[in-house]
């Protein structure tokens, strides 16, 4: 099963306590997943997910007559054809607990977000643009800086979020809780794995550095031992080139360390520096 699938399997056991509530969840799913025909209103065939809360909201405390009303309260979303021209009641969302049941129903009808830890993607998808800037203008009533965008793509207008902290969000503001914490443990995990990642970089281009210092300071000690012997270096210089020689892993503190008078780095860096300066006269 898919991630949009557990999702969608979650959202559909969400039961909004309040009946207004419910109401709006109802006119999303009737807006984003049925039409009309002949008088009667049905859900298309792709959307039995949708038809499936619908049922599970009207077996909680609805019948028919209550039905009729919903239906009757959403028909000026649907064209003469019977199609939805998706435009959503406004009277019916008035509270943000409405919007957040509304936005619930519609991501049941057409929403998807990508697999935990595959990049971060939420949508909903709509064919009306008008339909589309209007989700997203609930997405930002709700006040929780929720920063939807919207694109075109093929004959749909999407309404989407692609930073993991607002896929998160939003999956919280759907009431999708199971979703959003196994969403927040993999960006977790992932955010700590990039971070492992970053401290290895650094500590291999440190390393590196280390390596080609150590290989120039062995190149202009042996040139001096090749041309005079490290004999005629001062007894302080003579005794860290000898150790840099024995030791070319050692960094300068270790070098420091195993000095017979232990010396900071600076100072080991400043006596390298000199039997560097030798050299150059060789
Ligand atoms: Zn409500």
């Known amino acids: 099963m898919s991630f949009s699938e557990k999702v969608k399997r979650e959202l559909i056991s969400v039961l909004p306590p309040a009946r207004h509530c419910r109401i709006a969840e109802m006119a999303a799913l009737i807006c984003g997943g049925g039409f009309f025909k002949d008088n009667n209103f049905t859900f298309r065939n792709d959307k039995t997910i949708a038809k499936e ?58 929403g998807s977000v990508n697999e935990p830890g595959c990049g971060n993607h939420l949508e ?17 009533d709700l ?78 000690i042996l040139k001096i031992e090749r041309a005079v012997g490290l004999e005629v270096l001062p007894k302080h210089l003579e005794e860290t080139a000898r150790l840099r020689l024995a030791h070319p892993e050692y960094s300068l503190q270790e070098i420091g360390r195993a000095l017979e008078v232990p010396a900071g780095k600076s100072s080991v860096n400043h006596r390298l520096k000199q039997i560097k300066a030798i050299s150059e006269k060789y």
């Open 143 to 220: 006040e929780l800086d929720l920063y939807p965008k919207t694109m075109q793509r093929k004959n749909r207008i999407v309404v989407y979020f692609k930073d993991g902290e607002q896929v998160s969000a939003v999956l919280g503001a759907l009431s999708a809780f199971g979703a959003m914490l196994c969403f927040e443990s993999k960006r977790v995990e992932s955010n700590v794995n990039n971070q492992i990642n970053r401290k290895v970089n650094f500590q291999n281009a440190n390393m590196e550095k280390t390596i080609n210092a150590a290989m120039e300071q062995t190149h202009y």
């Open 124 to 140: 909903i998808y709509s064919r009306s643009e008008s339909y589309a800037e209007e989700i997203k203008s609930l997405f930002i």
């Open 53 to 110: 809360k619908f049922t599970a909201i009207l077996q909680k405390d609805f019948d028919d007559e209550f039905n009729e009303k919903v239906i009757k309260a959403t028909k000026s979303s649907f064209a003469d054809d019977g199609l939805p021209i998706c435009c959503i009641p406004k009277i019916l969302i008035t509270s943000s607990c409405c919007k957040r049941a509304f936005l619930r129903g519609a991501f049941l009808c057409a």
